[in-house]
C-alpha cells in the first residue's frame, strides 16, 4: 500500500546543494560493482513479487555509494574501493556496535581470536564482564587480541523482548489537527487531547490515544502541512500548544494584543466549523506565536525557571541547535542550503557568533520546545489518570525534511542526495519517492546509534506507546537519487538487530508499548523478527485475507496475536466511504483511476460483498437491512469492529471520524494540490464539522464505542 508521503512532489529545493556526483555509469551493474554494493549494505536487486526480482541499475547502486563516502565513479575506483573494503572487514576485530540481548554474549565475540582479551565499561563507568552480568544501556567493548590488535565497539544490552500491553484494550485514533474544540485557535491543540484523553478513559473506556506525528514542521509559506514530513522528530511543533493553559498566560490575558488575537483565533475556528473552510496551519501558527512572543515576556517564577533549566540541561545541544536553526531561519529562510555558507555549519565560528547575536530568539525557541513538551507530559499523565492502561501513541516518520532542522544538526548521519521512498509496485507502477532524507547506516553504527537513541528518548518521554512508521525502514529503506525517478532507487540495509536492540532497550526504560507500521509488501522474516521482540504489528481489515489460499476475507480466528487491528487508517477511505463506494468516486473525479469506472466500482463492490457476507455468516452484522436498529450503515460499521473484536489482536482501534461517518479520507495518497490532504476537520456523514464537544454527545459514536465496550472475547 502507499505509506505517507509529502503534501507535495519533492523539487530541486527539497535536495542537499552539494557538489554533483561523478556522473554514474548507465545500465545494469558489473560483478566488481555488485560486490562492493554489497559489502555497504547496497542491495543489487529487489523481488516485488515471490516469482520476480528486478535488477538495479549502475546508477542507482554508483549513487548510492557517493552518499555513503565511497568512491564508485569508474571500473579502476570501483576496484580499489573493493580491495580496501576487503582489507578493512578482513582486519576487523568488531563491527562498530554490537549487540547483547538478555545479557548474553554477543555470537561476534565467538570469531575473535584465540586469546582476545575484552574490557567492557558500563555507561555509568564501572568496568564490567559479561560473567558479573551487565545491565540494560550502551556501553564500551574493547578487544586486543594477541597480535597487539586493538578494537573499540559500542555493545548495547538490551532485554530478550518488550512486554506485551497490559491485557487487551481498544482505543481511538485520530489527526490532533482534525479535533477542534470550542476552545482551540483553529486547529486540535494539546489541550484538545488531554480533554479527549480525559473523557476517552473515563466515559468509554478507551486504552489508549493514537495520534499523528507531533514533530516540528518546516516553516513555509505555506508550510507543508503533513506530518510525516518533519522538520525535526527530536522536537515537537508549538502550533500545538494550548495557549490558555500556558501558566504565564494570565498575566496577559486582559493584554489588549492577546485578546485580539484570541478574538481573531475565534474567527479562524468559526471559519472551519461553521463556513467549511480548510484547517489553515500557517494562520493558527501567526497568532499563536504571537501570543508565545507576549508571553514570553512575563518572567518565570522561581520553580518555573528551574524546571527551565532543568529541561535545557537535560537536552543540551540537541535542543540548542533546534532552536539555533529556527532562529536563523527567521532571518535567512527555511532552506539552509541557501543561507551564507559559514551559517550551512553547525559548529562553524560564524554560527556560534551568529547564535549570540540571536540569542533572545534561540531562548524563545527554547522556551517553546519546553512549553510544547511538558504539555504532551500533562497529556499522558491525564490519560493515565483517567484510566487508560496504555495512554497516548506517539507517531514517528520514517525521515525529515532535507531542509529542516535536523537534517542541517545532524549532517553527518544523513545520506545527502538520496530521498526515502518506494519500489513499484501492484499498487504503483511508478513508485513512490516521498522527499525524506535516509540516515547513513554506517555513521549510525559507528555512534552506537546514538542519534536514533536520543531520538527514541525524547519520544518516549511522553508516550505510553510509539507507533513507528513504515517499521520496515530498521531493515531497509528505498533510497532513490536526486535527479532520478523512484523506479531508479535501490534498497540500502541498516543493521536490523542493532536497530531494534536500542528500540527495545528505550522503550524499556519508559516503560512503552511498540507498534511498528509493517502494512504493505515486506521481506522474509521482518514480522518473525518484530514479534519475537515484543513489537506489535498494524493490522487493517480490508488487507487481511488468505493470499496463500483462495483470497477470500481471513476468519478472526487466523488474525495475529501481535498487532494493532483497525478498519482503517489515516491514508486509506474511511469505512464509510469504502462501504459506500464513495473512496472510488473521489478517485474518479481526481483522475486517479488507471482502470473505467466502472471496473473499479464493481471491483470494490464486490470486495466490500465478500466481507459483508463473513460479517453475517459470523452473526456480527446485526440490524440495519430489516428496518431494526440502527441504520444500514451504522449496522455494517458497528460489525466491522464487533468483527476486529473477534480476532486475538491484543489493540483495536477505532479512527475516530469512523465513530461520527465520516467519508472523507485525511491524506489522499498520489495527490497534491487535488486533494486537502491534512486539512480538514472530523465530519459527520453529512460533511459537517463536529467539535470535541459534539462527540461527547453524538448518538452515533456512543453506539459503536458501545460496541468497543462488550467484552473482547477474541476468536470464537
Not at 453 to 458: A, I, K
Not at 512 to 522: F, K, P, W
Amino acid at each position: 500500500m502507499n505509506a505517507p508521503g509529502p503534501a507535495g512532489p519533492p523539487d530541486a529545493a527539497d535536495t542537499p546543494h552539494a557538489d554533483p556526483p561523478p556522473e554514474p555509469p548507465s545500465g545494469a551493474p558489473d560483478d566488481d560493482l555488485v560486490r562492493l554494493a554489497t559489502l555497504h549494505g547496497v542491495m543489487s536487486s529487489y523481488s516485488p513479487a515471490p516469482d520476480r526480482t528486478v535488477t538495479a541499475s549502475a546508477a542507482a547502486l554508483t549513487r548510492a555509494l557517493t552518499a555513503l563516502g565511497v568512491d564508485a565513479s569508474g571500473p579502476d575506483a570501483v576496484r580499489a574501493a573493493l580491495a580496501e573494503r576487503r582489507r578493512a572487514l578482513d582486519e576487523r576485530l568488531l563491527p562498530p556496535t554490537v549487540v547483547s540481548w538478555g545479557n548474553a554474549a554477543p555470537a561476534v565475540l565467538d570469531t575473535l581470536p584465540s586469546g582476545t582479551r575484552l574490557r567492557i565499561v558500563t555507561e555509568q563507568g564501572e568496568a564490567r564482564d559479561f560473567a558479573d552480568g551487565l545491565p540494560a544501556g550502551v556501553h564500551r567493548v574493547t578487544a586486543t587480541a594477541p597480535d597487539g590488535r586493538t578494537a573499540d565497539a559500542h555493545l548495547v544490552v538490551a532485554p530478550l523482548r518488550l512486554p506485551a500491553p497490559p491485557g487487551r484494550s481498544y482505543g481511538l485514533l485520530v489527526q490532533l489537527y482534525s479535533l477542534l474544540s470550542r476552545r482551540s485557535w483553529g486547529m486540535g491543540d494539546l489541550g484538545d487531547l488531554s480533554e479527549l484523553a480525559a473523557w476517552a478513559g473515563r466515559t468509554l473506556g478507551a486504552g489508549f490515544l493514537q495520534v499523528n506525528p507531533l514533530h516540528a514542521a518546516v516553516p513555509g509559506s505555506p508550510t507543508d502541512p503533513s506530518p510525516y514530513r518533519p522538520s525535526s522528530r527530536r522536537f515537537p511543533d508549538p502550533v500545538h500548544l494550548r495557549i490558555e493553559d500556558v501558566p504565564e498566560y494570565p498575566e496577559c490575558a486582559a493584554d489588549d494584543r492577546v485578546r485580539a488575537l484570541r478574538e481573531r483565533a475565534g474567527r479562524l475556528r468559526e471559519g472551519v466549523l461553521a463556513k467549511g473552510e480548510l484547517i489553515d496551519r500557517d494562520a493558527v501558527w501567526e497568532l499563536k506565536r504571537a501570543a508565545l512572543e507576549r508571553l514570553a515576556e512575563v518572567p518565570l517564577g522561581p520553580g518555573r525557571r528551574a524546571a527551565y533549566c532543568d529541561f535545557l540541561a537535560t537536552h543540551g545541544r540537541a535542543l540548542e541547535d533546534h532552536a539555533t536553526w529556527n532562529a536563523l531561519a527567521e532571518v535567512h529562510g527555511p532552506d539552509w542550503h541557501t543561507w551564507p555558507e559559514p551559517l550551512r555549519d553547525p559548529r562553524s565560528p560564524e554560527t556560534a557568533r551568529a547564535r549570540t547575536a540571536l540569542m533572545d530568539r534561540v531562548d524563545l525557541h527554547c522556551r517553546l520546545a519546553w512549553l510544547t513538551d511538558t504539555q504532551l507530559t500533562a497529556a499522558q499523565r491525564t490519560a493515565r489518570e483517567a484510566g487508560m492502561p496504555v495512554g497516548i501513541v506517539h507517531d514517528l516518520a520514517v525521515g525529515v525534511h532535507p531542509r529542516g532542522a535536523d537534517a542541517w544538526a545532524q549532517q553527518d548521519h544523513f545520506a545527502a542526495g538520496m530521498s526515502i521512498g518506494a519500489p513499484p509496485d501492484a499498487f504503483n507502477a511508478r513508485g513512490q519517492d516521498w522527499g525524506l532524507l535516509p540516515w547513513r547506516p554506517d555513521r549510525l553504527a559507528a555512534s552506537g546509534y546514538a542519534p536514533f537513541r536520543d531520538l527514541l528518548r525524547g519520544l518516549l518521554r511522553s508516550a505510553g506507546a510509539l507507533r513507528i512508521d513504515h517499521v520496515m525502514g530498521l531493515f531497509r529503506l528505498w533510497w532513490v537519487p536526486e535527479g532520478l525517478p523512484p523506479t531508479e532507487g535501490t534498497y540500502v540495509r541498516y543493521d536490523a538487530e542493532a536497530m531494534l536492540a536500542v528500540l527495545v532497550l528505550e522503550a524499556a526504560r519508559a516503560g512503552a508499548v511498540v507498534i511498528g507500521e509493517d502494512l504493505g509488501t515486506v521481506e522474509p522474516g521482518m514480522r518473525e523478527a518484530l514479534r519475537e521482540r515484543g513489537v506489535l504489528g498494524t493490522s487493517v481489515l480490508w488487507f487481511e485475507r488468505d493470499w496463500e489460499g483462495d483470497g477470500a476475507p481471513l476468519p478472526p480466528e487466523r488474525w495475529r496475536t501481535d498487532c494493532l487491528a483497525t478498519a482503517t487508517t489515516h491514508d486509506l477511505p474511511p469505512t464509510a466511504s469504502r462501504l459506500s463506494g464513495d473512496h472510488v468516486a473521489l478517485r474518479d473525479r481526481l483522475g486517479l483511476l488507471a482502470r473505467p469506472l466502472a471496473v473499479e466500482h464493481a471491483e470494490a463492490a464486490a470486495d466490500t460483498g465478500e466481507w459483508l457476507a463473513l460479517l453475517a455468516r459470523l452473526g456480527v452484522l446485526r440490524g440495519g437491512s430489516g428496518g431494526h436498529g440502527p441504520d444500514e450503515e451504522e449496522a455494517q460499521i458497528q460489525a466491522v469492529h464487533r468483527y476486529l473484536l473477534r480476532t486475538p489482536a491484543r489493540l483495536t482501534g477505532v479512527w475516530l471520524p469512523d465513530a461520527v461517518g465520516d467519508r472523507r479520507p485525511q491524506n489522499l495518497p498520489g495527490t497534491w494540490d487535488q486533494y486537502p490532504n491534512w486539512r480538514l476537520p472530523v465530519a459527520d456523514a453529512d460533511g459537517r464539522p463536529v467539535t470535541l464537544e459534539d462527540l461527547a454527545a453524538s448518538r452515533r459514536l456512543h453506539a459503536l464505542l458501545e460496541v468497543m465496550r462488550e467484552e473482547p472475547h477474541g476468536p470464537a
